[in-house]
């Protein structure tokens, strides 16, 4: 299949493979069904000789046996093969996905609603594995089968043949006919199931607003219309899949019919053999019949899910990958010049020096969280350039990037898995010394260890079975874990007095890292090395509140 779009080619690499087998599969079916259909005819042509030899007879219905057997064996065959096809298919696509997603500039991301996301990453994808292990693959074989069927029709009568020949065109063309509208109608069920999961996402927290604020009945109320909405498009969906799953049943059906009839008049001529074994076909005919409709309505759902893909996997990326090269090592000079960001920021310039700390401070929606943005690059500025150590960072691969920034901030919670994951989570290759170093900075070790799993303990989502301390030390921890050269940490007020005092300060106080700290705490700013002071996305001051100097001597000497 041709690569249309965005999306991984249905039959690349190990899957071709795959197909190939499944193409000699249903040769090896039409093969079988044309020695049934053969083994018929001699068999009971043998009964109408004047002198019927038994033993032929016996021999004709053992092989009709044998390759009835044969037959069952090719289509499970067949349907193991085609679901790992469409395995394979749906991991690749997953993966393009993931891929995508993560190098979606942060400020993209955030526009998409969750919800909708997640119907992407399972309906969809169901949608895409149905067509390829259900409804491609079934596709491949069954057209083998109709055409090698009709075949030993025609070898065994013309007449026959065209009739079924005829009764298949008719199906097909009704199904081929009732393709846009069953489109549509998939198209509105996604949106509708969409819309739903879209709400449900953002209500079904622990904290919902929805309990808080006592808008239980009224949220109830509007999940009873979109569930109906729901309802009303599965229906009509189903209305038409049903009419398209019932045209290859009532072919089949009237093939029979057909057959029946057109060997009534021939039966004189071709004889009772042929006549049983056209019946014999035409029978085993009847499944791959039956998968058309089925077929049909995979594709149709394909298709929507293929154009919604399609559109979310064509949202521009930040450049990265093997086309850029990795950040080279460097002391953490961070420059912003004339850095602009559409709503965020007007022609920003600054600069933090290696190991300084830099205190960004203003008002809200004043710009503090884009320039933290800008330092990890997760999205690009409009207009300037961001360096850190004299490297453009829109130049180079993210992930070299990420491995050169620790973040600190409330919108990055802990993950659920053992403390130890989470702790190594920025730097994977961190090895026991490391964590002890990191346990022993943010004194997590005392807390540590009197866990009876010690850092095997799982934790839940966003670490919420922890105390509140804890947590954000480990938050912390995670974040300086394989020293970062750049620390960026957005929301410093919101972290806990203890922490503010106790860990952070301790990190400052050893780290030779350069620190952006997002603040408007008094503390902070006088014990910061430059305050960056942003109003409605302009850089209004830089004020240095001493000669820079190393971030040992900072936290010292203000004694935080
Ligand atoms: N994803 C986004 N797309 C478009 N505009 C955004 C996006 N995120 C933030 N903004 C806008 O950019 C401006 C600066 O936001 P930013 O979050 O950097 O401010 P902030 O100083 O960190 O504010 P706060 O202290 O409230 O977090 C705001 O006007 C905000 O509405």
């Known amino acids: 299949m041709k690569r249309r779009g965005p999306l991984p080619a249905v039959l690349a690499g190990s899957r071709r493979g795959l197909m190939a087998w499944l193409l000699a599969n249903g040769i090896a079916q039409a093969a079988t069904m044309a020695g049934i259909a053969i083994a018929t005819r001699h068999g009971f ?3 109408h000789q004047p002198e019927v030899v038994p033993n032929v007879v016996l021999a004709h219905a053992a092989a009709i046996a044998v390759l009835g057997l044969a ?7 067949e349907r193991t093969t085609a679901e790992r096809l469409g395995q394979s298919y749906l991991t690749a696509t997953r993966l393009r996905l993931f891929d995508h997603l993560n190098n979606l500039p942060s400020r993209v991301l955030q526009k998409r609603t969750q919800g909708v996301l997640m119907v992407r990453f399972v309906a969809d994808l169901n949608a895409l594995n149905d067509w390829v292990s259900r409804g491609l693959a079934r596709l491949a074989v069954a057209a083998i089968t109709i055409v090698s069927a009709v075949g030993v029709l025609a070898w065994l009568d013309p007449l026959i043949a065209a009739c079924v020949a005829g009764a298949i065109a008719v199906a097909v063309t009704t199904l081929a006919a009732a393709g846009s509208p069953l489109y549509l109608r998939v198209r509105e069920l996604r949106r509708a199931r969409g819309r739903m999961a879209a709400n449900l996402g953002e209500k079904l927290n622990v904290y919902s607003p929805v309990r808080v604020f006592g808008r239980t009945r009224g949220e109830r109320s509007r999940l009873q219309k979109q569930s109906s909405r729901l309802a009303q498009a599965a229906v009509s969906q189903a209305r038409l899949a049903a009419l398209l799953r019932a045209v290859p049943d009532a072919a089949s059906t009237i093939l029979t019919a057909l057959v029946l009839a057109a060997g009534l008049l021939r039966v004189q001529q071709a004889g009772w ?8 076909v035409v029978n085993l005919l009847d499944s791959p019949l039956r998968d058309l409709g089925r077929i049909f309505v995979f594709w149709q759902n394909f298709r929507a899910a293929r154009d919604v893909l399609g559109g979310f996997l064509r949202l521009p990326t930040l450049a990265s990958g093997r086309r850029l090269p990795p950040l080279s090592p460097g002391p953490g000079h961070l420059a912003l010049d004339q850095v602009s960001v559409a709503g965020a920021l007007t022609q920003v310039s600054a600069e933090a020096p290696a190991g300084s700390l830099i205190a960004v401070t203003g ?12 330092a990890a690059r997760m999205f690009d500025p409009d207009q300037g350039t961001v360096r850190l150590d004299g490297q453009a960072l829109a130049e180079h691969d993210l992930t070299s990037i990420r491995q050169a920034v620790g973040m600190i901030s409330p919108d990055l919670p802990l993950l659920r898995g053992s ?3 989470n702790l190594t989570y920025r730097a994977s290759a961190a090895n026991d010394a490391e964590i002890a170093d990191a346990l022993q900075l943010c004194e997590l070790h005392q807390a540590i260890a009197a866990l009876p799993r010690g850092l095997d303990t799982r934790i839940a989502e966003r670490g919420a079975d922890l105390p509140a301390a804890l947590r954000q030390r480990l938050i912390v921890a995670r974040a300086v874990m394989g020293e970062p050269r750049l620390l960026l940490i957005d929301d410093a007020d919101a972290m806990l007095d203890e922490v503010r005092t106790g860990t952070l300060a301790r990190v400052l106080r050893r780290r030779g890292t350069t620190i952006l700290l997002v603040t408007s705490d008094p503390q902070w700013l006088s014990a910061a090395d430059a305050v960056w002071r942003l109003d409605a996305g302009q850089l209004e001051s830089v004020k240095e509140t001493k000669h820079l100097h190393t971030s040992e001597h900072t936290c010292a000497e203000v004694n935080i």
């Open 71 to 77: 037959l069952m064996w090719l289509r499970m065959a």
């Open 45 to 47: 042509d043998g009964l």
């Open 273 to 280: 053999g042929t006549l049983l074994a056209a019946i014999l």
């Open 419 to 421: 403390i130890r994951r």
């Open 363 to 374: 008002s809200s929606g004043a710009g503090k969280s884009t320039i933290l943005g800008l």
